[in-house]
């Protein structure tokens, strides 16, 4: 089991900046690669980023390619996203989700642990 507990979302404005965290616990958190999907009302949850184990392998979303970045810190059971340049589209509420299995992951499907969630809003 790990337990995903995520922070530092917020309200900010269009072109601001947003550095969210997600805080692992349980089993080895270098055993897992990482993911951030996010979900706005009416929507469903949509793939933002995901991270290999060792952090040597990334994959964007188009939507959000030169603006946001991963990164992850595991000494510290963290993995982060660095989000710049924020659109109001961007507002929705961020997950961050693991797997144990090694490799490059887009869909919620394969992933086994949640993280419960951050809003983030971005107003124009």
């Known amino acids: 089991q790990v337990q995903l507990v995520e922070s530092g979302g917020g309200l900010v404005q269009a072109g601001g900046s947003l550095r969210l965290s997600c805080a692992a616990s349980g089993r080895t958190f270098s055993n897992y690669a990482m993911g951030w999907f996010r979900q706005a009302p009416g929507k469903e949850r949509e793939f933002v980023v995901c991270i290999s184990w060792s952090g040597g392998s990334t994959y964007y979303a188009d939507s959000v390619k030169g603006r946001f970045t991963i990164s992850r810190d595991n000494a510290k059971n963290t993995v982060y996203l660095q989000m710049n340049s924020l659109k109001p589209v961007d507002t929705a509420v961020y997950y961050c989700?693991?797997?144990?299995?090694?490799?490059?992951?887009?869909?919620?499907?394969?992933?086994?642990?949640w993280g419960q969630g951050t809003q983030v809003s971005v107003s124009s």
């Open positions: 989700a693991a797997t144990p299995i090694p490799g490059i992951y887009i869909r919620p499907m394969e992933y086994d642990y």
